[in-house]
C-alpha cells in the first residue's frame, strides 16, 4: 500500500476510537463460535495412510433420523472419483477433485431414518479422501449438518444393498479425518505454503493481479451469515444463531485481525446497516422476529439499547427477511423472501398495489415436496420504511426470496432472485435472475406451475439470467482502487455455485442492458455477503447452514494512479467521495 493510499485510509479511520481492553466475552447460546461451523472434513478409511492409499474402492455410510424432512442437499467433492447414493437409490457422480458437485435430495429424505451413501474410487495416485456436505432442513425448523467427519463408517468391501436403510453396518470401522474441507493438504492447499497464499494460489481462481487473503477464521467468527462497515471502517458481522461481532484493526496496520462481541440482544441477523452511528438489523430479537435499531448510548462499545420498529409474521429461517441499506430517499430499503410479511399494513401511498395471482391453469400445480404450497401473491417484496418505522411502503412484489439489495451511484436499485431447484426441467423453471427495481414494478413469481410468463405486459422482464445458484450479497463497486472495468460494477455473491459475478450494466432507455463474468471462484467458497471497504478492497464472510465461517479480503496489485486518492478539498472531496452510500463513505 503507497504512502498516498496510506493517507486515504488515515482519513476514513481518523474518526476511530480506542477499543477497550475486554476481560471477558459472553458464551452465546452456551456454545462456542465454533460449534456454529461444522465444516466437512476431508475422511477415508482409518486403515490407510494420508499418503499412502492404494488403488482401491473405498465406501461410506451415514445414517441419521428426521422428524419432518422439508430440504436436503448435499455436496460432495472427492479423490477421484465418487457415485452417490441416498436411501440405495443412486443419485450422481463427479470425477473433480477441485470442484464440489451438488445435489438437491429433498425428494428422496424421508421421515424416519435416512441412509447417504458414497462409493469412492482411487484410481490414480496415492492420495485419496471424500468430502461431503450433508444439510437438512426440518419443516419450520433449522438446518442441520451431517457432513462428513470421523463419525462416518466405512469398509473397503460390500455386499449388495450396502447403500441401502435395511443394510447392518455393525462391522464398518469410522473414519479417519485428515482435516477440514478448504483447509487441507493436498486437496485444498500445499504443504509449506503461508496460509494467506494457499488461499489465493489454492482455494481461489481470481484474474491476474489480483490476490485473496483470509484476515479472520472460523475459529473467531464461527458461521457468518451477513456483514457491513461501519462509520470507523470496523466490520459488523452476523453469526448465524448467534449475535453481532465486531472485527477491528488492534495494531494499527489496517488490517481487521481482532473480534469481539457486539450486541447478543438480538441473533441471527440476515440484514445489518451502519447509519450515523446507530445499527439497524433484521433478526430475532426481544420481541420476536424484527427490524431493530441498535444504539450504544454509553459509548462502551456495545449496542446495549434496542428499539424495535416493524415486527413480521411468518417463516423465520431462510425465506424471511433479508438485507437493509438506505435508499437515495433517507428510507430503509428491506428485502423479504416469499414466507414472510409484516404484521401491520402497507400505506395507501405505496408503489405496489393490488397483487393478483394471475393463474394460467386451473387447478395450480405446486411443489409435491411442499415448498411454498399455499404461499400467495406478492409474494418476496421489497419494502420501505422510514428510520422511526412509522411510514411502510411496498416498493415492488413477485420475487421468490432474494438476499441482499443494492443501489447505484445513480440511486438505482438492484437485487439479484433465487430459482427454485426441484423446477429445474420445468416449462415454468426460472434461473436466478438479476432485477432492476423501479417503484412499482412486479416480477410475476408465483408458487408452483403459476409463475408469470415473459409475454404478461405487467410484468417486468428480468436484466440479466444468471444460472442455477443461490444468491447472496450484493454490491456496487463505486471505490477507484480497482481497475477501470470494474468501477461502477455490480458484485454478487452465489453460495452454492461458489463464486462472485461482476455485473456491467449500460444504460438503455429507461433501463439497462447488462452482462456478467465470474470474478471470483473457489472451492469451497460458502460465501453469503461482501462489501467494500474503505481503501477500496472487496471484502467478503463464508458462512451459512452450520458451514466454516471466515473474512476475506480481495486486493489488486496492479499499478493505480495514486492521483485518484487525492479527493481534493470543499464540495470537490464530496462529489468524488468513493462509496458515497456506504457507513464510512456518508
Given amino acids: 500500500m503507497t504512502m498516498r493510499k496510506d493517507r486515504f485510509v488515515q482519513r476514513q ?27 466437512a472434513e476431508w475422511i477415508w478409511w482409518s486403515g490407510h495412510q494420508k499418503e499412502a492409499v492404494p488403488e482401491t474402492s473405498c465406501h461410506f455410510r451415514k445414517s441419521f433420523v428426521t422428524a419432518n424432512p422439508e430440504t436436503c442437499r448435499i455436496e460432495v467433492v472427492a479423490d477421484d472419483e465418487f457415485e452417490l447414493f441416498v436411501n440405495g437409490r443412486r443419485i450422481g457422480e463427479g470425477n473433480n477433485s477441485k470442484r464440489l458437485s451438488t445435489f438437491d435430495v429433498s425428494s428422496h429424505v424421508k421421515t424416519g431414518r435416512n441412509t447417504i451413501a458414497v462409493s469412492v474410487a482411487n484410481q490414480n495416485g496415492s492420495t485419496a479422501a471424500l468430502a461431503a456436505r450433508v444439510m437438512v432442513k ?44 478448504g483447509d487441507t493438504a493436498p486437496w485444498d492447499i500445499e504443504e509449506g505454503v503461508a496460509t494467506a497464499q494457499r488461499d489465493r494460489a489454492e482455494r481461489f481462481r481470481i484474474g491476474a493481479n489480483f490476490e485473496v487473503r483470509r484476515l479472520i477464521d472460523d475459529d473467531q467468527t464461527g458461521s457468518l451469515i451477513a456483514m457491513t462497515f461501519n462509520e470507523f471502517g470496523h466490520a459488523i458481522l452476523s453469526q448465524e444463531s448467534g449475535p453481532l461481532l465486531l472485527a477491528y484493526d488492534s495494531n494499527g496496520d489496517f488490517h481487521l485481525d481482532k473480534v469481539r462481541t457486539y450486541c447478543d ?42 428499539r424495535t420498529l416493524l415486527k413480521f409474521k411468518g417463516e423465520v429461517i431462510e425465506h424471511g427477511v433479508h438485507g437493509i441499506t438506505l435508499g437515495p430517499d433517507g428510507m430503509l430499503y428491506l428485502v423479504l423472501g416469499n414466507h414472510i410479511e409484516p404484521k401491520r399494513d402497507y400505506e395507501a401511498s405505496s408503489p405496489h398495489q393490488h397483487p393478483y395471482e394471475g393463474d394460467l391453469i386451473q387447478p395450480r400445480y405446486e411443489d409435491p415436496g411442499g415448498h411454498a404450497v399455499g404461499v ?30 443494492a443501489f447505484t451511484e445513480r440511486g438505482d436499485l438492484f437485487v439479484h432472485d433465487s430459482d427454485m431447484e426441484s423446477d429445474r426441467g420445468s416449462t415454468w423453471y426460472r434461473p436466478t435472475q438479476l432485477y432492476h427495481v423501479t417503484d412499482g414494478a412486479e416480477f410475476g413469481w ?73 470474478f471470483l471462484e ?55 467521495q468513493p462509496q458515497l452510500h456506504s457507513a464510512w463513505g456518508r
Fill in 13 to 39: 479511520f481518523k474518526g476511530m476510537v480506542t477499543c477497550l481492553v475486554w476481560a471477558w466475552v459472553a458464551v452465546i447460546l452456551g456454545l462456542p463460535f465454533q460449534a456454529f461451523g461444522q465444516e
Fill in 138 to 181: 426440518e419443516r419450520g425448523g433449522g438446518w442441520t449438518s451431517h457432513s462428513t467427519d470421523d463419525t462416518w463408517l466405512t469398509s473397503l468391501t460390500v455386499l449388495p444393498l450396502w447403500n441401502t436403510n435395511i443394510y447392518t453396518d455393525r462391522r464398518w470401522k469410522t473414519a479417519q479425518s485428515f482435516g477440514k474441507l
Fill in 265 to 306: 440482544q438480538v441473533k441471527n441477523c440476515q440484514g445489518i446497516l451502519a447509519l450515523n452511528g446507530e445499527v439497524f438489523v433484521t433478526g430475532m430479537g426481544p420481541e420476536g422476529y424484527a427490524l431493530y435499531r441498535l444504539s450504544d448510548e454509553d459509548h462502551d462499545g456495545v449496542l446495549e439499547r434496542v
Fill in 376 to 405: 400467495k401473491a406478492p409474494g418476496g417484496v421489497i419494502l420501505r420504511v422510514t428510520v422511526e418505522g412509522k411510514q411502510l411502503q411496498r416498493v415492488c412484489g413477485g420475487l421468490r426470496n432474494a438476499y441482499d439489495l
Fill in 446 to 518: 408465483r408458487s408452483g406451475w403459476s409463475k408469470w410468463p415473459e409475454y404478461f405486459v405487467d410484468n417486468l422482464p428480468a436484466l440479466l439470467d444468471t444460472g442455477r445458484g443461490s444468491p447472496t450479497g450484493a454490491v456496487v463497486y463505486n471505490h477507484v482502487a480497482f481497475p477501470a472495468r470494474y468501477q461502477g460494477a455490480i458484485f454478487l455473491a452465489d453460495w452454492s455455485e461458489g463464486r462472485i459475478l461482476a455485473v456491467h450494466t449500460k444504460r438503455s432507455g429507461s433501463s439497462y442492458t447488462a452482462n456478467s463474468e465470474v
Fill in 522 to 576: 473457489g472451492s469451497p467458497l460458502n460465501i453469503t455477503d461482501l462489501e467494500v471497504a474503505p481503501d477500496g478492497d472487496l471484502y467478503f464472510i463464508t458462512g451459512g447452514r452450520n458451514t466454516s465461517g471466515g473474512l476475506y479480503r480481495v486486493h489488486w496489485k496492479g499499478e493505480v494512479d495514486q492521483a485518484v486518492f487525492e479527493l481534493g478539498e470543499g464540495i470537490s472531496a464530496a462529489i468524488r
